[in-house]
């Protein structure tokens, strides 16, 4: 079992990490009866996203003895109205550390091979920027 989600009422989820104990608290979004006051289920796949492509990035870097350690993603979910689902993901990445460019092609073409993005639907579409300071 990866983990476990428990309903705790007025649209608002845990979810327990089960090797870590680690806790995620999810709640509905503003446009869709709820509170908004923690990340919303579409959020996080986002949010997984980003998390993905930079945790496969960093393996890579690890691997070509380059540090992009201090980099950040900025992530942008867009929603479809009919049927409700997550149109589009726009992710900035605001990439530090790294001044070979072919380290930087390198690292690129690893981030679009990370299993989210994999396993997102193509209909999904990702809009996907690389910032290099």
């Avoid at 009422?9 to 908004?36: C, F, M, W, Y």
């Avoid at 201090?70 to 109205?81: L, Q, R």
């Avoid at 992710?91 to 981030?111: C, H, P, Q, S």
Wanted: charged share 25%; proline share 3%.
């Amino acid at each position: 079992m990866t983990s476990k989600v428990t309903y705790l009422g007025d649209l608002r989820t845990k979810s327990i990490h089960v090797q870590s104990g680690s806790e995620i608290i999810s709640d509905a979004p503003l446009d869709n009866n709820g509170k908004g006051e923690a990340f919303s289920p579409t959020d996080t796949v986002a949010n997984a996203l980003a998390s993905c492509m930079m945790t496969v990035m960093g393996i890579k870097a690890r691997d070509l003895e380059v540090d992009f350690t201090g980099s950040t993603a900025e992530v942008t979910k867009i929603m479809n109205a009919e049927p409700r689902r997550i149109g589009a993901i726009e992710i900035v990445f605001e990439m530090k550390g790294v001044a070979d460019e072919k380290n930087k092609t390198i690292l690129e073409r690893t981030a679009m091979t990370c299993p989210v993005f994999l396993s997102l639907s193509s209909e999904i579409e990702k809009r996907i920027t690389f910032n290099w300071s």
